[in-house]
C-alpha cells in the first residue's frame, strides 16, 4: 500500500519559471518529509526537509510546504535551472524512524 | 571522505544464481540501509541495521539476506537469485534514527535473466 504518492511523473518548465511538485501522503504518524533529488546514474541526495510541526521550510531556491489538514506537501523551486533537470523524490518518516518513498518526478529544464 | 560506495555497479546474473552487493561507508553512521527501486516506483526498503550486529528486515525483504558485522560495512547477499529481483540497488547510512537525512550511494544495477 503506497503511503507517499507523487501522481505526477513528470514536469516540464522553462528555465526561470517556478516548478511545482506535490506530493501527497496518507498517513498522520508521519512526523518528517524530505525530499530527494536524483540524478541518472547516481544515488538520490537530499534537497530539504520540513518537521510536521512547520507548514513552510526554504533554502535559497528550493521551498517546501506542509499542508496537514490535506495530508500534502509541495517542493517550489524559483528560478528553475538547467541543473535541476532530475527526478525528485518525497519521502516521510514513518514511527520507526524508517522512510517511505514516493515514486518520483522527472522535472525537465527547457531554455 | 568517499561517503557511500557500493560494488558492483553492474551485474547480470542467472536464475537461481547467487551473489552479493557490497556497501561500505566512511562516516562513522550507525544506521545503514538497503532498498530497491523498480521501474516508475519509489524506493523499497529491503533490510537496515542500527548498529553493528543488529539488523531487521525492511518491507521487502524475502529472497535477501544482511550482516552487519562492522559499522562500516553492510553486504546485501542475494541467494537463488529470480527474474523478481532484477532492480536497482542502492545502499545508504544514517548518523542516527531522527537524522532523518541518509546518505546514498551510487547504486548496483542488477540484472536476472
Known amino acids: 500500500d503506497q503511503q507517499v504518492k507523487q501522481n505526477s511523473p513528470s514536469l516540464s518548465v522553462q528555465e526561470g519559471r517556478i516548478s511545482i511538485l506535490n506530493c501527497d501522503y496518507t498517513n498522520s504518524m508521519f512526523d518528517y518529509f524530505l525530499w530527494y533529488k536524483k540524478y541518472p546514474a547516481e544515488g538520490p541526495t537530499f534537497l530539504i526537509s520540513?518537521?510536521?510541526?512547520?507548514d513552510k521550510n526554504e533554502d535559497g531556491r528550493f521551498t517546501v510546504f506542509l499542508n496537514k489538514s490535506a495530508k500534502h506537501l509541495s517542493l517550489h523551486i524559483v528560478p528553475s535551472q538547467p541543473g535541476d533537470s532530475a527526478v525528485y523524490f518525497c519521502?516521510?518518516?514513518?514511527?520507526?524512524?524508517?522512510?517511505?518513498f514516493g515514486a518520483g518526478t522527472q522535472v525537465v529544464v527547457t531554455p | 571522505n568517499a561517503g557511500v560506495t557500493q560494488t558492483p555497479k553492474f551485474r547480470i546474473l542467472k536464475i537461481g544464481q547467487s551473489m552479493t552487493l557490497q556497501c561500505t561507508q566512511d562516516?562513522?553512521?550507525?544506521?545503514m540501509y538497503w532498498y530497491r527501486q523498480d521501474p516508475g516506483m519509489g524506493l523499497k526498503l529491503i533490510y537496515y541495521s542500527v548498529g553493528a550486529g543488529i539488523t531487521d528486515k525492511g518491507e521487502v525483504p524475502n529472497g535477501y539476506n544482511v550482516s552487519r558485522s562492522t559499522t562500516e560495512d553492510f553486504p546485501l547477499r542475494l541467494e537463488l537469485a529470480a527474474p523478481s529481483q532484477t532492480s536497482v540497488y542502492f545502499c545508504?547510512?544514517?548518523?542516527?534514527?531522527?537524522?532523518?537525512?541518509?546518505?546514498f550511494g551510487p547504486g548496483t544495477r542488477l540484472t536476472v535473466t
Open positions: 562516516m562513522n553512521h550507525n544506521y
Open positions: 519521502a516521510a518518516n514513518d514511527s520507526w524512524g524508517k522512510l517511505q
Open positions: 545508504a547510512s544514517s548518523y542516527r534514527r531522527g537524522s532523518y537525512e541518509q546518505y
Open positions: 520540513i518537521s510536521s510541526i512547520k
